[in-house]
């Protein structure tokens, strides 16, 4: 606690070198929330963090993103009484690597897990999107209540294994795809079975509606969905009834929308508070950022390294500007691996 630096890896570091178990015996607040998948879980985990405070909760969350294992026992640790163990704040909120969820909830499990999607990621570091998969699903238990995308049909494989589960989706919109983008499609085989999913439509990469011909496997009806999408006009509905603004007009947007409006309603927060809060969050982790050269104004969009996903989601939103623009494309690293 004498650090005071919840994004320095230093401090726990020394700390898990001192008492490798040293995060089991805490005295963890009622809500241990993680926000885990391939992309969007910074965004995502940042609206749930403004949603919670704006309803009187006190959060502390990992604002700075580093979500690695180090990283978060620093920050455990300087909002833990040294004497009495006792968590200071009434929820725990953490953006999660995949890899590491295991590692850090070790003995104490996640009260709730938000899956946003799992996609080819980093494969030089994480290997295959099933890869991704099984360390999600071996790090939780039914104690967990997850709230997962639907439209995913990786992520819907929990419903497999797992019990406690809510689920979020889109509706068709007038932006869906017949066909993918590319060949390479990650989720092309049913999880079940292993016949080919059929698609009525992608939303984008492998995220839509599928459902397998010959078992039962398929997108089921969410709990919570977004009814309808303007990107032109830059907003959306949930559930028939409540418009929320877009910043960043994108259907990859609407989902991270989407899902802290899902895991929050979850907990209880009236859905008034919600939309107020998301209709006036600005987002501030540096992915989106609008500025000024001379008379010229632009937007910087800033795609995760070696997510196909990512980039064209940043490509998507690029061509689908009305005015007329300047498009520079740069890539400012290549893994080495």
Known sequence: PLFKKDGSVTPGYYASKLNKTILDDLKYPKYVIGVTGSSGKGSTTSMIAHILSNSGYKVVWNKNGSNLYNAAITLILNHTNPFTKKFNADVLLMELDESFISKIFKKQKLTHLVVTNVTRDQPARNGSPDIIFDKIASSIDDSTHLVINADDPIVSRLKLTH??????????????????????????????????????????????????????????????????????????????????????????????????????????????????????YILKNGRVVEFKVGNNYGTLLTSKHENSISYDQSLRVATNYKKDVTAFVMVDAISRK
Do not use: M, Q
Request: with cysteine; glycine share 4%; proline share 3%.
């Open 163 to 280: 019990k406690n589960i809510t689920t979020y989706g889109i509706d068709k919109t007038k932006y869906d795809l017949k066909k993918p983008i590319s060949n390479n499609v990650d989720a092309a085989y049913c999880p079940k079975c292993d016949t080919k999913l059929k698609y009525s439509f992608y939303h984008y990469g492998h995220i839509g509606s599928y459902k397998c011909t010959v078992c039962d496997y398929k997108r089921h009806e969410p709990k919570y969905h977004i009814t309808d999408v303007n990107l032109d006009e830059g907003y959306l509905i949930i559930d028939d009834e409540y418009k929320i603004s877009l910043a960043l007009k994108s259907i990859y947007n609407a989902y991270n929308i989407l899902a802290c409006y899902s895991i929050c309603r979850e907990l209880g927060v009236d859905s008034k508070i919600i939309v107020d809060t998301l209709n006036n």
